[in-house]
């Protein structure tokens, strides 16, 4: 029997959660502190993060860690396998649609000073990984979101199995990232919730290795009632007749940026759309009529 443990903290406005097979003594204490790193690098209501230095300096080069390089990366990868759908190019419509505000701190403000309009996209941002120099055009503000969760889980489970366990699943909110052997050995399940029932689960996916997001789009809403998903195409909350959408991806942050298509597009374009890009999807309209890619059942 191997040894298997758990570990439960709260970081980047999240609840994580991570299983371990025969962890190392002092894992945990290095996973939490990880994720707490990052996401002081990567938080939109710090002004002193690496990710709002940034925005905050359009034209001028920051020197910045190689995880925030790895994020800037991972944006870019995901703006083009969406076909722009998620788009991390979008800070001055998630201030203007009501999210300024911390959900864990309401001291915790968004302050984008070096705001302006600009027809440039996260394509334009300029990365030197050999000066570890990100540059951001005039008028790009950028959000991590749910990629910087889909990609923190991601990254926590490279380290885990780099640190020694044989395995591990990390949860992140919605997202989940898998590696190495399972506690059972044959594979990591992960439960989807009903989204008619968040007590049930309609399916059960088996990963051995890669990522799951699962979102709802009314899943952090405004104060006004305003989704928290913004339509890159109008910089608006949008307006989405898909309620809750899981993606099977290579990585948990491909999965998550991937989510952001099923609400911006009908459903049946939504379910072609991520085949397209190689991976999975279940998905459940406002009706509670269920899509899904032809191979989803390979994964249940």
Request: some cysteine; overall charge negative; charged content about 20%.
């Amino acid at each position: 029997m191997h040894t298997v443990q758990r570990i439960d903290f709260h970081a980047m406005g999240t609840d994580f959660f991570c299983i371990a097979v025969e962890p190392e003594p002092g894992l945990f204490d290095n996973v939490y502190n990880f994720a707490v790193d990052l996401e002081s690098k990567w938080s939109r209501f710090k002004a002193t993060s690496e990710l709002m230095q940034l925005n905050n300096s359009p034209g001028v080069p920051v020197v910045v860690s190689a995880t925030t390089i790895r994020l800037i990366n991972e944006m870019k990868a995901a703006y083009e396998i969406s076909g722009g759908l998620y788009d991390p190019n979008i800070l001055g419509a998630v201030v203007a649609e009501g999210f300024a505000i911390s959900k864990d701190d309401s001291s915790d403000v968004t302050n984008w000073t070096a705001r302006a309009n600009s027809e440039s996209t996260i394509l334009d941002v300029e990365v030197n990984e050999k000066d570890s120099t990100i540059t951001l055009p005039l008028g790009v503000g950028l959000d991590a979101g749910g990629i910087g969760k889909g990609l923190a889980a991601d990254l926590i489970a490279i380290r885990a199995t780099e640190l020694g366990a044989m395995g591990i699943a990390v949860f992140a909110g919605g997202d989940v990232s898998v590696r190495g052997i399972s506690e059972t050995g044959e594979g990591w399940q992960i439960g989807v919730q009903d989204p008619s029932d968040a007590n049930e689960v309609i399916d059960t996916v088996r990963l051995s290795i890669g990522g799951l997001a699962t979102s709802g789009s009314d899943g952090w809403l405004s104060k006004s009632g305003k989704s928290h998903i913004i339509d890159p195409k109008t910089m608006q909350s949008a307006q989405s007749s898909v309620l809750q959408a899981t993606v099977v991806a290579f990585a948990a942050s491909h999965a998550e940026a991937l989510t952001k298509v099923s609400f911006l597009l009908p459903p049946k374009e939504a379910i072609v759309r991520i085949e397209d890009a190689g991976a999975q999807a279940l998905l459940f309209d406002r009706n509670f009529e269920r899509y899904e890619t032809a191979e989803w059942k390979k994964y249940t």
